[in-house]
Protein backbone atom coordinates (compact mmCIF):
# COMPACT_ATOMS: atom_id res chain seq x y z
CA UNK A 1 0.00 0.00 0.00
CA UNK A 2 0.82 3.36 -1.11
CA UNK A 3 1.64 6.08 2.52
CA UNK A 4 2.89 8.75 0.70
CA UNK A 5 1.81 12.05 0.54
CA UNK A 6 -1.63 12.57 -0.25
CA UNK A 7 -3.06 13.71 -3.50
CA UNK A 8 -3.63 17.39 -1.83
CA UNK A 9 -0.38 17.63 -0.01
CA UNK A 10 0.87 16.95 -3.66
CA UNK A 11 -1.02 19.59 -5.26
CA UNK A 12 -0.17 21.89 -2.75
CA UNK A 13 3.59 21.59 -3.02
CA UNK A 14 3.69 21.51 -6.95
CA UNK A 15 1.80 25.06 -6.51
CA UNK A 16 4.12 26.48 -4.38
CA UNK A 17 7.98 25.13 -5.77
CA UNK A 18 6.55 24.57 -9.89
CA UNK A 19 5.34 26.65 -12.76
CA UNK A 20 2.12 28.49 -12.23
CA UNK A 21 1.88 27.53 -16.13
CA UNK A 22 1.47 23.64 -15.35
CA UNK A 23 -1.75 22.28 -16.11
CA UNK A 24 -4.05 19.18 -15.27
CA UNK A 25 -6.81 17.00 -16.04
CA UNK A 26 -9.52 16.82 -13.53
CA UNK A 27 -11.02 19.14 -11.39
CA UNK A 28 -9.12 17.19 -8.86
CA UNK A 29 -6.36 16.13 -10.15
CA UNK A 30 -5.64 12.35 -9.90
CA UNK A 31 -2.41 11.14 -7.88
CA UNK A 32 -0.73 8.55 -9.69
CA UNK A 33 1.36 6.46 -7.80
CA UNK A 34 1.64 3.44 -9.66
CA UNK A 35 1.66 1.53 -13.35
CA UNK A 36 1.69 -1.48 -14.79
CA UNK A 37 1.20 -2.52 -18.48
CA UNK A 38 -2.79 -0.56 -19.26
CA UNK A 39 -3.46 0.15 -15.68
CA UNK A 40 -2.33 3.01 -13.35
CA UNK A 41 -3.35 3.22 -9.71
CA UNK A 42 -4.05 6.08 -7.77
CA UNK A 43 -2.95 7.03 -4.28
CA UNK A 44 -5.94 4.82 -2.60
CA UNK A 45 -5.53 2.00 -4.77
CA UNK A 46 -8.12 2.26 -7.32
CA UNK A 47 -7.02 0.92 -10.79
CA UNK A 48 -8.05 3.36 -13.94
CA UNK A 49 -7.99 1.82 -17.23
CA UNK A 50 -5.56 3.88 -18.86
CA UNK A 51 -6.09 5.07 -22.60
CA UNK A 52 -3.81 7.81 -22.93
CA UNK A 53 -0.70 6.18 -22.03
CA UNK A 54 1.11 9.28 -20.31
CA UNK A 55 0.46 11.50 -23.67
CA UNK A 56 0.85 8.61 -26.31
CA UNK A 57 4.21 7.70 -24.86
CA UNK A 58 3.92 4.11 -22.80
CA UNK A 59 3.96 1.91 -26.16
CA UNK A 60 5.13 -1.16 -24.40
CA UNK A 61 2.96 -1.08 -21.24
CA UNK A 62 4.05 0.78 -17.98
CA UNK A 63 6.92 -0.55 -16.15
CA UNK A 64 6.94 -3.52 -18.91
CA UNK A 65 9.14 -6.26 -16.98
CA UNK A 66 11.43 -7.09 -19.93
CA UNK A 67 12.10 -2.56 -20.27
CA UNK A 68 12.67 -2.49 -16.30
CA UNK A 69 15.47 -5.32 -16.60
CA UNK A 70 17.10 -3.77 -19.10
CA UNK A 71 17.31 -0.50 -17.72
CA UNK A 72 17.73 -2.28 -14.27
CA UNK A 73 20.87 -3.95 -15.25
CA UNK A 74 22.34 -0.97 -17.14
CA UNK A 75 21.64 1.00 -14.13
CA UNK A 76 24.08 -1.13 -11.99
CA UNK A 77 26.50 -1.18 -14.54
CA UNK A 78 27.12 2.23 -16.04
CA UNK A 79 24.54 5.43 -16.35
CA UNK A 80 26.34 7.65 -18.19
CA UNK A 81 29.50 8.72 -20.18
CA UNK A 82 28.67 10.23 -23.39
CA UNK A 83 29.55 9.66 -26.57
CA UNK A 84 33.24 10.92 -26.27
CA UNK A 85 33.37 6.92 -25.45
CA UNK A 86 32.64 4.02 -26.83
CA UNK A 87 29.84 2.34 -25.75
CA UNK A 88 27.67 -0.44 -27.23
CA UNK A 89 24.15 0.34 -25.86
CA UNK A 90 24.24 3.10 -28.45
CA UNK A 91 25.27 1.66 -31.10
CA UNK A 92 23.39 -1.69 -30.81
CA UNK A 93 19.83 0.66 -30.31
CA UNK A 94 20.84 2.68 -33.26
CA UNK A 95 21.60 -0.12 -35.37
CA UNK A 96 18.02 -1.76 -34.32
CA UNK A 97 16.23 1.60 -35.05
CA UNK A 98 18.35 1.93 -38.92
CA UNK A 99 16.88 -1.89 -39.50
CA UNK A 100 13.36 -0.37 -38.91
CA UNK A 101 14.34 2.69 -41.69
CA UNK A 102 12.93 2.16 -45.54
CA UNK A 103 15.28 3.46 -48.01
CA UNK A 104 18.36 5.40 -47.15
CA UNK A 105 17.34 6.44 -43.48
CA UNK A 106 20.15 5.03 -41.65
CA UNK A 107 21.97 7.74 -40.06
CA UNK A 108 20.43 8.10 -36.39
CA UNK A 109 20.94 10.79 -33.87
CA UNK A 110 19.49 10.56 -29.99
CA UNK A 111 18.43 13.37 -28.15
CA UNK A 112 15.96 13.75 -25.49
CA UNK A 113 12.63 14.76 -26.44
CA UNK A 114 10.42 15.05 -29.67
CA UNK A 115 11.18 18.78 -29.45
CA UNK A 116 14.54 18.84 -29.37
CA UNK A 117 14.36 16.22 -32.42
CA UNK A 118 11.93 18.35 -34.15
CA UNK A 119 14.37 21.19 -33.66
CA UNK A 120 18.08 18.99 -35.12
CA UNK A 121 15.76 18.30 -38.23
CA UNK A 122 14.58 21.91 -39.18
CA UNK A 123 18.52 23.34 -38.29
CA UNK A 124 19.41 20.18 -40.65
CA UNK A 125 16.80 21.09 -43.27
CA UNK A 126 18.31 24.61 -43.07
CA UNK A 127 21.71 23.90 -43.34
CA UNK A 128 21.21 21.01 -45.81
CA UNK A 129 19.51 23.43 -48.34
CA UNK A 130 21.03 26.87 -47.50
CA UNK A 131 17.10 27.77 -47.31
CA UNK A 132 15.49 29.32 -44.15
CA UNK A 133 12.25 28.25 -44.82
CA UNK A 134 9.47 25.43 -43.56
CA UNK A 135 6.53 24.96 -43.97
CA UNK A 136 4.34 23.22 -41.22
CA UNK A 137 0.28 21.94 -41.41
CA UNK A 138 -2.00 24.22 -39.34
CA UNK A 139 -3.07 22.59 -35.87
CA UNK A 140 0.07 20.80 -36.07
CA UNK A 141 2.12 19.99 -32.83
CA UNK A 142 5.75 19.77 -33.40
CA UNK A 143 6.95 21.24 -29.91
CA UNK A 144 7.24 23.21 -27.07
CA UNK A 145 10.87 25.14 -27.00
CA UNK A 146 11.41 28.29 -28.52
CA UNK A 147 12.14 27.26 -31.65
CA UNK A 148 9.56 24.44 -32.34
CA UNK A 149 6.84 26.32 -31.17
CA UNK A 150 7.11 28.15 -34.81
CA UNK A 151 6.54 25.09 -36.23
CA UNK A 152 3.18 24.51 -33.71
CA UNK A 153 0.28 25.52 -35.44
CA UNK A 154 -2.63 25.94 -32.51
CA UNK A 155 -3.06 29.36 -30.43
CA UNK A 156 -3.11 27.78 -27.39
CA UNK A 157 0.30 26.54 -27.12
CA UNK A 158 2.11 29.55 -28.73
CA UNK A 159 3.86 32.15 -27.22
CA UNK A 160 4.09 35.78 -28.90
CA UNK A 161 8.30 35.09 -29.55
CA UNK A 162 10.25 35.57 -33.05
CA UNK A 163 9.38 32.53 -35.20
CA UNK A 164 11.84 32.72 -37.96
CA UNK A 165 10.55 31.83 -41.82
CA UNK A 166 7.08 29.61 -41.11
CA UNK A 167 4.45 29.64 -43.28
CA UNK A 168 1.44 27.49 -41.83
CA UNK A 169 -0.61 25.90 -44.87
CA UNK A 170 -4.13 24.48 -44.83
CA UNK A 171 -4.53 21.35 -42.94
CA UNK A 172 -6.07 18.32 -45.07
CA UNK A 173 -8.54 17.20 -42.69
CA UNK A 174 -11.17 15.40 -44.40
CA UNK A 175 -13.86 16.31 -41.65
CA UNK A 176 -13.50 20.08 -41.20
CA UNK A 177 -11.22 21.34 -44.13
CA UNK A 178 -12.51 23.02 -46.56
CA UNK A 179 -11.69 20.89 -49.23
CA UNK A 180 -13.14 17.92 -47.40
CA UNK A 181 -10.91 14.63 -48.24
CA UNK A 182 -9.36 16.32 -51.70
CA UNK A 183 -6.08 16.37 -51.16
CA UNK A 184 -5.17 18.02 -54.14
CA UNK A 185 -6.66 21.42 -53.40
CA UNK A 186 -4.80 21.37 -49.82
CA UNK A 187 -1.60 20.51 -52.28
CA UNK A 188 -2.27 23.15 -54.45
CA UNK A 189 -2.10 25.40 -50.68
CA UNK A 190 1.77 24.21 -50.41
CA UNK A 191 2.11 25.53 -53.73
CA UNK A 192 0.49 28.63 -53.25
CA UNK A 193 2.41 29.50 -50.12
CA UNK A 194 5.66 28.45 -52.38
CA UNK A 195 5.07 30.44 -55.17
CA UNK A 196 3.75 33.89 -53.39
CA UNK A 197 5.14 33.60 -49.72
CA UNK A 198 8.65 32.57 -50.81
CA UNK A 199 11.69 33.02 -52.73
CA UNK A 200 10.39 29.90 -54.84
CA UNK A 201 12.72 27.72 -52.66
CA UNK A 202 12.24 26.06 -49.21
CA UNK A 203 13.74 24.29 -46.22
CA UNK A 204 11.28 21.83 -45.79
CA UNK A 205 7.97 20.66 -44.97
CA UNK A 206 7.29 18.86 -41.58
CA UNK A 207 3.84 16.80 -40.80
CA UNK A 208 2.58 14.74 -38.12
CA UNK A 209 1.15 11.56 -40.02
CA UNK A 210 -1.94 11.83 -37.84
CA UNK A 211 -2.21 14.71 -36.27
CA UNK A 212 -1.79 14.32 -32.55
CA UNK A 213 -2.04 17.39 -30.14
CA UNK A 214 -4.21 18.17 -32.70
CA UNK A 215 -6.83 15.84 -32.23
CA UNK A 216 -6.13 12.50 -33.95
CA UNK A 217 -6.59 13.95 -37.84
CA UNK A 218 -5.55 12.07 -40.33
CA UNK A 219 -4.47 13.66 -43.70
CA UNK A 220 -6.64 13.12 -46.42
CA UNK A 221 -5.48 10.15 -48.50
CA UNK A 222 -2.68 10.97 -51.11
CA UNK A 223 -1.64 14.36 -49.60
CA UNK A 224 1.64 13.60 -48.43
CA UNK A 225 2.82 12.29 -51.60
CA UNK A 226 1.46 15.34 -53.62
CA UNK A 227 2.93 17.69 -51.01
CA UNK A 228 6.25 15.81 -51.03
CA UNK A 229 7.04 16.02 -54.94
CA UNK A 230 6.29 19.69 -54.38
CA UNK A 231 8.51 20.87 -51.73
CA UNK A 232 11.59 19.21 -53.35
CA UNK A 233 10.86 20.52 -56.36
CA UNK A 234 11.10 23.87 -54.49
CA UNK A 235 14.48 22.50 -53.33
CA UNK A 236 13.44 21.59 -49.68
CA UNK A 237 13.61 18.06 -47.73
CA UNK A 238 10.90 15.97 -46.56
CA UNK A 239 10.07 15.15 -42.67
CA UNK A 240 7.67 13.49 -41.25
CA UNK A 241 6.99 13.54 -37.02
CA UNK A 242 6.34 10.07 -36.02
CA UNK A 243 6.29 11.23 -32.13
CA UNK A 244 3.20 9.88 -31.67
CA UNK A 245 2.54 7.81 -34.85
CA UNK A 246 5.95 5.75 -34.77
CA UNK A 247 6.18 2.06 -33.61
CA UNK A 248 3.19 0.07 -35.13
CA UNK A 249 0.82 2.28 -33.17
CA UNK A 250 -1.42 2.75 -36.62
CA UNK A 251 -1.58 -1.08 -36.50
CA UNK A 252 -0.94 -1.61 -40.35
CA UNK A 253 2.07 0.32 -40.76
CA UNK A 254 5.23 0.49 -38.52
CA UNK A 255 5.45 4.08 -39.09
CA UNK A 256 3.06 6.48 -39.93
CA UNK A 257 4.13 7.89 -42.90
CA UNK A 258 3.81 4.35 -44.57
CA UNK A 259 -0.17 5.02 -44.61
CA UNK A 260 0.57 8.00 -47.21
CA UNK A 261 3.19 5.64 -49.37
CA UNK A 262 5.76 7.85 -48.78
CA UNK A 263 9.50 8.06 -47.44
CA UNK A 264 10.83 10.96 -45.70
CA UNK A 265 14.07 12.61 -45.61
CA UNK A 266 13.99 13.08 -42.42
CA UNK A 267 12.05 10.87 -39.78
CA UNK A 268 11.66 12.41 -35.67
CA UNK A 269 10.59 10.19 -32.91
CA UNK A 270 10.02 10.34 -29.62
CA UNK A 271 7.38 9.61 -26.75
CA UNK A 272 6.73 5.77 -27.72
CA UNK A 273 10.32 5.03 -28.21
CA UNK A 274 11.13 4.72 -24.93
CA UNK A 275 8.47 3.91 -22.98
CA UNK A 276 8.38 6.45 -20.94
CA UNK A 277 12.07 7.46 -20.64
CA UNK A 278 13.44 10.71 -22.00
CA UNK A 279 14.35 9.99 -25.13
CA UNK A 280 14.29 11.16 -29.07
CA UNK A 281 15.69 10.36 -31.84
CA UNK A 282 16.07 11.66 -35.53
CA UNK A 283 16.89 9.43 -38.64
CA UNK A 284 18.25 10.82 -41.97
CA UNK A 285 20.40 10.29 -44.89
CA UNK A 286 23.93 9.94 -45.27
CA UNK A 287 24.04 12.89 -47.31
CA UNK A 288 21.91 15.12 -45.31
CA UNK A 289 23.69 13.80 -42.26
CA UNK A 290 27.18 14.84 -43.93
CA UNK A 291 25.76 18.75 -43.29
CA UNK A 292 26.33 18.21 -39.33
CA UNK A 293 30.30 18.02 -39.62
CA UNK A 294 30.76 21.26 -40.71
CA UNK A 295 31.07 21.92 -36.53
CA UNK A 296 30.31 19.90 -33.78
CA UNK A 297 27.56 18.68 -33.13
CA UNK A 298 26.80 16.99 -29.64
CA UNK A 299 23.99 15.98 -26.96
CA UNK A 300 25.40 15.41 -23.42
CA UNK A 301 22.59 13.12 -22.79
CA UNK A 302 21.94 11.53 -25.78
CA UNK A 303 22.23 8.18 -26.98
CA UNK A 304 22.66 7.84 -22.66
CA UNK A 305 23.68 4.08 -21.70
CA UNK A 306 20.00 3.47 -19.64
CA UNK A 307 18.07 4.63 -22.37
CA UNK A 308 19.57 3.35 -25.27
CA UNK A 309 19.26 -0.25 -23.27
CA UNK A 310 15.92 0.58 -22.59
CA UNK A 311 14.79 1.93 -26.08
CA UNK A 312 16.40 -1.26 -27.60
CA UNK A 313 14.39 -3.43 -25.34
CA UNK A 314 11.11 -1.63 -26.90
CA UNK A 315 11.75 -2.06 -30.17
CA UNK A 316 12.77 -6.19 -28.98
CA UNK A 317 9.38 -6.25 -27.13
CA UNK A 318 7.12 -4.44 -29.85
CA UNK A 319 8.55 -7.11 -31.82
CA UNK A 320 8.54 -10.08 -29.64
CA UNK A 321 4.55 -9.40 -28.74
CA UNK A 322 3.55 -8.54 -32.33
CA UNK A 323 2.08 -5.17 -30.78
CA UNK A 324 1.90 -3.96 -34.88
CA UNK A 325 -0.66 -6.52 -35.89
CA UNK A 326 -2.29 -6.16 -32.37
CA UNK A 327 -2.93 -2.58 -32.82
CA UNK A 328 -4.33 -3.43 -35.86
CA UNK A 329 -6.76 -5.84 -34.61
CA UNK A 330 -7.58 -4.04 -31.41
CA UNK A 331 -7.97 -0.99 -33.06
CA UNK A 332 -10.15 -1.80 -35.90
CA UNK A 333 -12.54 -3.53 -33.05
CA UNK A 334 -12.53 -0.52 -31.72
CA UNK A 335 -13.30 1.87 -34.19
CA UNK A 336 -16.41 -0.50 -35.56
CA UNK A 337 -17.59 -0.42 -32.09
CA UNK A 338 -16.86 3.76 -31.86
CA UNK A 339 -18.85 4.30 -35.59
CA UNK A 340 -21.90 1.57 -34.69
CA UNK A 341 -22.02 4.18 -31.30
CA UNK A 342 -21.75 7.02 -33.41
CA UNK A 343 -25.13 5.99 -35.21
CA UNK A 344 -27.18 6.35 -32.16
CA UNK A 345 -25.50 9.39 -30.41
CA UNK A 346 -25.58 12.40 -32.19
CA UNK A 347 -23.23 13.96 -30.03
CA UNK A 348 -20.38 12.00 -31.54
CA UNK A 349 -19.62 13.98 -35.06
CA UNK A 350 -16.74 11.92 -36.25
CA UNK A 351 -14.39 8.72 -35.20
CA UNK A 352 -11.15 8.89 -37.30
CA UNK A 353 -7.52 7.35 -36.41
CA UNK A 354 -5.87 4.44 -37.23
CA UNK A 355 -4.96 1.45 -35.41
CA UNK A 356 -4.48 2.60 -31.37
CA UNK A 357 -4.76 6.03 -32.28
CA UNK A 358 -8.57 7.39 -32.36
CA UNK A 359 -9.88 10.35 -32.55
CA UNK A 360 -13.84 11.05 -31.06
CA UNK A 361 -15.06 14.49 -31.96
CA UNK A 362 -17.72 15.54 -30.06
CA UNK A 363 -20.20 18.12 -31.79
CA UNK A 364 -23.62 20.00 -30.83
CA UNK A 365 -24.79 20.07 -34.17
CA UNK A 366 -23.47 17.34 -36.83
CA UNK A 367 -24.12 19.99 -39.47
CA UNK A 368 -22.50 23.09 -38.47
CA UNK A 369 -19.83 20.71 -36.44
CA UNK A 370 -20.44 23.24 -33.10
CA UNK A 371 -17.74 22.11 -30.79
CA UNK A 372 -19.33 20.23 -27.85
CA UNK A 373 -16.77 21.82 -25.45
CA UNK A 374 -18.96 21.63 -22.17
CA UNK A 375 -19.96 18.22 -22.40
CA UNK A 376 -16.96 17.00 -23.57
CA UNK A 377 -15.64 18.16 -19.95
CA UNK A 378 -18.63 16.05 -18.26
CA UNK A 379 -17.82 12.97 -20.21
CA UNK A 380 -14.32 13.31 -19.62
CA UNK A 381 -14.81 13.57 -15.84
CA UNK A 382 -17.49 11.03 -16.34
CA UNK A 383 -15.36 8.35 -17.67
CA UNK A 384 -12.64 9.04 -14.93
CA UNK A 385 -15.24 8.31 -12.50
CA UNK A 386 -16.18 5.34 -14.39
CA UNK A 387 -12.47 3.66 -14.30
CA UNK A 388 -11.28 5.42 -17.89
CA UNK A 389 -8.09 7.83 -18.41
CA UNK A 390 -8.57 8.90 -22.40
CA UNK A 391 -6.92 12.08 -23.64
CA UNK A 392 -8.82 15.30 -24.73
CA UNK A 393 -7.74 17.16 -27.82
CA UNK A 394 -8.36 19.32 -30.97
CA UNK A 395 -8.03 23.39 -30.49
CA UNK A 396 -11.61 23.36 -28.94
CA UNK A 397 -11.12 20.61 -26.68
CA UNK A 398 -13.77 18.69 -28.03
CA UNK A 399 -11.59 15.56 -29.37
CA UNK A 400 -11.45 12.50 -27.33
CA UNK A 401 -7.96 10.94 -28.07
CA UNK A 402 -7.61 7.06 -26.97
CA UNK A 403 -4.34 6.03 -27.82
CA UNK A 404 -3.30 3.53 -24.81
CA UNK A 405 -0.63 1.70 -24.18
CA UNK A 406 -0.38 -1.22 -27.26
CA UNK A 407 -1.07 -3.62 -24.78
CA UNK A 408 -4.35 -2.80 -24.64
CA UNK A 409 -7.24 -5.67 -25.29
CA UNK A 410 -10.33 -5.87 -27.21
CA UNK A 411 -11.96 -6.11 -23.89
CA UNK A 412 -10.35 -2.90 -22.71
CA UNK A 413 -12.15 -1.02 -25.58
CA UNK A 414 -15.89 -3.00 -25.46
CA UNK A 415 -15.09 -2.14 -21.88
CA UNK A 416 -14.24 2.06 -22.77
CA UNK A 417 -17.00 2.13 -25.43
CA UNK A 418 -19.64 0.78 -22.97
CA UNK A 419 -18.72 3.26 -20.44
CA UNK A 420 -18.57 5.95 -23.15
CA UNK A 421 -22.21 4.68 -24.43
CA UNK A 422 -23.22 4.87 -20.60
CA UNK A 423 -22.00 8.66 -19.91
CA UNK A 424 -23.63 9.65 -22.76
CA UNK A 425 -27.08 8.57 -22.44
CA UNK A 426 -27.28 10.10 -18.84
CA UNK A 427 -25.80 13.49 -19.91
N1 LIG B 1 5.81 16.18 -31.93
C1 LIG B 1 4.62 15.66 -31.63
C2 LIG B 1 3.78 15.08 -32.71
C3 LIG B 1 4.16 15.66 -30.31
O1 LIG B 1 2.97 15.14 -30.01
C4 LIG B 1 4.99 16.19 -29.29
C5 LIG B 1 4.56 16.18 -27.83
N2 LIG B 1 3.21 16.22 -27.58
C6 LIG B 1 6.22 16.74 -29.66
C7 LIG B 1 6.61 16.71 -30.98
C8 LIG B 1 7.13 17.34 -28.64
O2 LIG B 1 7.64 16.35 -27.81
P1 LIG B 1 8.23 16.67 -26.36
O3 LIG B 1 7.10 17.08 -25.48
O4 LIG B 1 8.91 15.39 -25.97
O5 LIG B 1 9.22 17.78 -26.55
Redesign the pocket.
Known amino acids: PYNGPSADEVFAKRKKFLGPSLFHYYQKPLNIVEGKMQYLYDESGRRYLDAFAG??TVSCGHCHPDVLNAITEQNKLLQHATTIYLHHAIADFAEALASKMPGNLKVVYFVN??????ELAMMMARLYTGNLGMISLRN??????SA?IGLTALNTWKYPIPEGEIHHVMNPDPYRGVFGADANSYAKDVQDHIDYGTTGNVAGFIA?TI???GGAVELAPGYLKLVYDIVRKACGVCIA?E???GFGRTGNHYWGFETQGVIPDIV?M??GIGNGLPL?AVVTTPEIASVMTRKIQFNTFGGNPVCSAGGLAVLRVLDKEKRQAHCADVGSHLLERLRLLKERHDIIGNVRGRGLMVGIELVTDRKEKTPAKAETAVLFEKLRELGILVGKGGLHGNVFRIKPPMCFTKDDADFLVDALDYAISRL
Open positions: IVSGSEANAYHGGSTEQGVDVQTTAKG
